[in-house]
């Protein structure tokens, strides 16, 4: 298959001589393999991987919070996660209160506290873990590295053109 990819990517970047350092690739796999794994952890709990996101994102934030602040904490689409949480509370997982305005607020029934429990808490707890197990300092490091490249790799995005050609207007 590393004979496919680089045939593929030859084809399409030998006109334009970029091609994809080691590190990125690298940093690719990491990423790629990292999602995965939170992946297969919603699968082996028989929940989506939106149901497992939103979940996740009440533990960190509380009952009672906005599914604003869940679309912002998971980077998941407004419309996803609306739709996501409403078959939950038709599922027996959440309640929805009215908030301010429009806002709905978001609680865990019993049966969501279970299944967060069961399937949720341990993922944290693991995540935790390893935090401990690499220490204070190195957590500090890979963390203020990461943030560095997201916030780099951020300007340098939103700094490229937009690359629309016009037939596709």
Known sequence: SDVCSSDLQEELFMHTHIKISADLARYNHINKKLIDMYHDASQRAGMSSSMFDILYSIVEMGDGCRQKDICQACYIPKQTVHSSIRKMAEDGYLTLESGRGR????????????????NILPIIEAENKVFLQMGEQQSLIFLNLLEEYMTRLDKTMKDLPSNRSEERR
């Open 103 to 118: 806002e709905k607020l978001i609680y865990l029934t019993e049966k969501g506290k279970i299944i967060t429990e069961e």
